[in-house]
């Protein structure tokens, strides 16, 4: 019996130790475990596409500290003001915010959106991240990736809640400084600003992570009772 | 196969439709006459207070010295002065070396009227309406004067519609933008003209509220900066210089009481001495 074993393991085919790259097959794609890793790339696009798509951030104007200048009159007048996904990414459209100057005036100021090269950036990590997931379903080799994939998309989403933080920083509002007229680049004050998600940054992020989640769910039930992609090769 | 396009249909279609339908669209670059909204006479509305601020300085990038900023006022615009309005024409006004309150009060079928030297900290009584009538008026013109400065500044962002930099000498960059956000709205004008080593840069900033139906013009920003670069001593210098021009209007509904507490100033009664007065039991004020 025993010799039988070694001898069956002498005559497996070289071409079964080596791992193979991309193996498409018709058995695979009816395994739960790949329908849901490869429903996560869907998931991920459609994530990515409702980021450029929904409001991702909110200016509105809140007394949430005691050192607000602003009047709450002056806070009611100005209706929360939502920018969309396609200005948050790629700028080019207008947008208003309040500037309160050092002598009291607070004047609504309109500006044109930048590109928003990280929350870009971000984006197209997660398509990344998509490619990789198809990858990883369909290669034994890349199977240690899994992990990465996950946390990627999840990094993704987070990035994408993170949203008023980036556009702040690429279109240089919100940072509230000296007041000094000699300091030419902070004449203005910020306070009463109040930049937070719009509805679009949570449900992007939560897409994204819900991508993840499946992903991981599908590598879960892959890996159940061990890998045996080798064995329907 | 028609469930396949369905699908597709509701991918493609349904980012499109969220797209157009779940922002706001308040601010956009002013293309025609048609985006200045129309805004109400300083005659039909209630400016209870208009305060002009300017300021001035300059400073040195690149050099081992600079200077500091220093209040002062600005050659194309009035020097800073503020007006204030309220109920049963009690005023302040502040312009120059005139610094005055005018303050009635009513006492059963009499009105005391107080005119008060913030300066000086003191000020009269006295029962003649008409010795306050002076600086009442004085409140009431800068008011007037500065709305119509500010429909002026209107006005002349109107002549820019249509406009692109290369319309005008020596500007390299031209932007007349526009919000209207609820019941507040802004109007943007941003140049930047460069002339051999010298930039200036200017940024006007109109704000208007729409109060009790009226957009009325309420906060008033201009801001010229210029920079002029040059060599000295083999080491590139960059020399600012700015001004500040602000106009702040209080519009209200209807004007609000002036509460003033009198017992930080002098008072004393006009027209009259203290051998005039007596106490109500008899007793001269002269007398103890």
């Not at chain 1, 996904?85 to 700028?91: H, K, R, V």
């Not at chain 2, 009690?90 to 005391?112: C, K, L, Q």
Request: charged content about 15%; proline content about 2%; hydrophobic content about 45%.
């Amino acid at each position: 019996m025993e010799m039988r074993l070694v001898a069956a393991v002498d005559d497996a085919p070289e071409t079964e130790a080596k791992e193979q790259f991309l193996i498409i097959n018709k058995a695979a794609l009816k395994r739960p475990g790949v329908i849901l890793r490869l429903f996560s790339i869907v998931v991920c696009f459609l994530g990515s596409v409702l980021a450029a798509v929904l409001p991702m951030v909110t200016i509105e104007y809140a007394s949430y500290s005691s050192a607000t200048t602003f009047t709450d009159a002056r806070a009611v007048r100005f209706p929360a003001e939502m920018i969309s996904g396609w200005n948050n990414l790629f700028g080019g459209d207008y947008f208003g915010y309040y500037l309160k100057s050092k002598y009291g005036a607070e004047v609504l100021c309109t500006v044109k959106a930048n590109f928003n090269w990280v929350l870009f950036l971000f984006l197209i990590l997660a398509l990344v991240f998509a490619v990789l997931a198809f990858l990883v379903t369909f290669s034994k080799k890349m199977e240690k990736l899994s992990k990465l994939v996950i946390l990627g998309y999840i990094v993704c989403g987070i990035a994408c809640v993170c949203s008023p933080i980036w556009f702040m920083a690429v279109n240089n509002f919100g940072n509230t400084q000296a007041i000094a007229t000699t300091d030419l680049g902070h004449y203005y004050l910020f306070d009463s600003l109040y930049v937070h998600d719009a509805f679009g940054a949570v449900v992007s992020c939560l897409v994204l992570v819900g991508a993840g989640v499946v992903f991981a769910v599908g590598t879960a039930k892959e890996n159940a009772g061990g890998d045996n992609r080798n064995a329907e090769q | 196969m028609r469930t396949y396009r369905k699908l597709a249909l509701v991918f493609v279609l349904a980012p499109a439709v969220l797209l157009t339908g779940c922002t706001n669209d308040f601010s956009k670059s002013v293309t025609s006459l048609d985006d200045f909204l129309t805004v109400a006479d300083a005659a039909n509305l209630n400016i209870q207070s208009s305060v002009v601020k300017t300021d001035s300085g300059s400073s040195s990038v690149g050099g081992a010295s600079s200077s500091t900023a220093a209040s002062s006022s600005i050659e194309e615009d009035r020097p800073a002065h503020g007006a204030y309005l309220y109920a049963n024409d009690n005023y302040s006004i502040s312009n120059g070396s005139i610094s005055y309150t005018g303050y009635s009060e009513v006492h059963g079928a009499e009105t005391d009227y107080f005119l008060i030297d913030l300066t000086k900290k003191s000020g009269f009584v006295t029962t003649d309406s008409s010795l306050l009538t002076t600086y009442l008026n004085a409140a009431k013109n800068l008011i007037v004067l500065d709305y119509a400065a500010l429909t002026s500044v209107y006005e002349d962002m109107k002549t820019y519609v249509g406009k692109t930099a290369a319309d005008y000498d020596k500007m390299t960059h031209l932007k007349l933008a526009y919000t209207v956000a609820g019941d507040a709205a802004g109007y943007n004008l941003s140049t930047i003209t460069v002339d051999g080593a010298i930039k200036v840069e200017t940024n006007v900033y109109l704000t208007l509220d729409n109060i009790g139906g009226n957009w009325a013009f309420t906060n008033y920003s201009k801001r010229i900066t210029t920079s002029e670069t040059y060599e000295k001593n083999g080491k590139i210098l960059t020399n600012y210089t700015y001004s500040v021009t602000e106009y702040m209007v209080t519009v209200v509904t209807a004007f609000s009481l002036l509460n003033l507490n009198l017992a930080n100033y002098s008072i004393y009664i006009q027209g009259k001495t203290p051998a005039d007065i007596t106490w109500t039991n008899g007793t001269p004020l002269t007398e103890k």
